[in-house]
């Protein structure tokens, strides 16, 4: 049967709202055939999203974005995007990049975690005006019928 | 985030209960460093993860943070009884092949005690 479904949610950049980012977005993607590790992969990228947000966006804080849409027909498909109308990324290949950080004690983690938890990731951002991610994930179906 | 202390020394035993993210990994990391401040004569950490339900790379930064500290120290840390998805993060962002990993603490004790030795 086919079946779509979404949601937008609007909330401050400040780091308890982290876990609150992950945990929705892990009840959203339960909708589709996701495996727990699957599931699992989808809340440290949308982690790792929402901190880049709280740590970079805004010189105090600001509003998050965070739209989820899920496609159940013949392909499945989560779809998440999470943006800002913060500062921006000057060089978003340098941001991608394993190990760049602009803050001491960080590990510069946080794209190359987006990246290997997500089938695609998009980003976009312009000085000035924010920046906006896009992530999104298919069941893997590989398993199914064991 | 739960945080409890057991001192055998020379080993300084972590045990992490919850989620470290953001919100709780700087907590984690000016608990370590109390405690390695408390306890010079400590060389050993072993941080039981077993109880660890989420970590990101804020988590994993407090982590390599001790890392680099107990290194300079001429000190160790361990990993102890990491479980998905935790183990899955060490192992992709490589902080498993810079950190040695235990899958039990008997093995963490029995191991390091006979470093000591």
């Not at chain 1, 998440?80 to 000057?90: N, S």
């Not at chain 1, 975690?113 to 990731?121: G, W």
């Not at chain 2, 209960?17 to 000016?30: H, M, N, Q, V």
Request: hydrophobic share 40%; net charge negative.
């Amino acid at each position: 049967m086919k079946k779509e479904n979404y949601v937008k949610l609007e909330f401050e950049s400040i780091s308890e709202n982290i876990s609150f980012a992950r945990v929705v977005a892990a009840s959203f993607v339960s909708q589709l055939d996701f495996t727990l590790p699957d599931i699992e992969e989808i809340k440290v990228a949308v982690s790792e999203a929402v901190t880049n947000v709280v740590l970079h966006a805004y010189e105090d804080n600001g509003p998050v974005f965070m739209e989820m849409k899920l496609v159940d027909e013949d392909k499945k498909l989560i779809d998440i995007i999470i943006y800002d109308k913060g500062r921006g990324i000057p060089d978003i290949n340098k941001a991608r990049e394993a190990s760049y950080t602009t803050i001491e004690g960080r590990m510069g983690f946080g794209f190359v975690f987006m990246e290997s938890f997500s089938d695609t990731l998009e980003v976009s951002s312009t000085p000035g005006e924010g920046t906006l991610i896009h992530m999104t994930k298919t069941p893997d179906l590989a398993g199914e019928g064991d | 985030m739960e945080i409890k202390w057991k001192v055998k020394d020379p080993i300084l035993i972590m045990k992490v209960i919850g989620e470290i993210d953001l919100t709780t990994a700087s907590r984690l990391k000016s608990e370590i460093d109390e405690m390695l401040n408390a306890h010079p004569q400590s060389n050993i950490l072993l941080v039981l993860l077993d109880m660890v339900s989420f970590i990101d790379s804020s988590g994993l930064g407090a982590i390599l943070g001790a890392y680099k500290r107990l290194e300079e120290d001429s000190s160790k840390i361990f990993l102890v009884a990491p479980k998905n998805p935790v183990r899955h993060v060490l192992d992709i962002s490589g902080v498993s092949k810079l950190v040695t990993i235990f899958d039990t603490m008997e093995e963490a004790l029995s191991k390091t005690r006979e470093g000591l030795l």
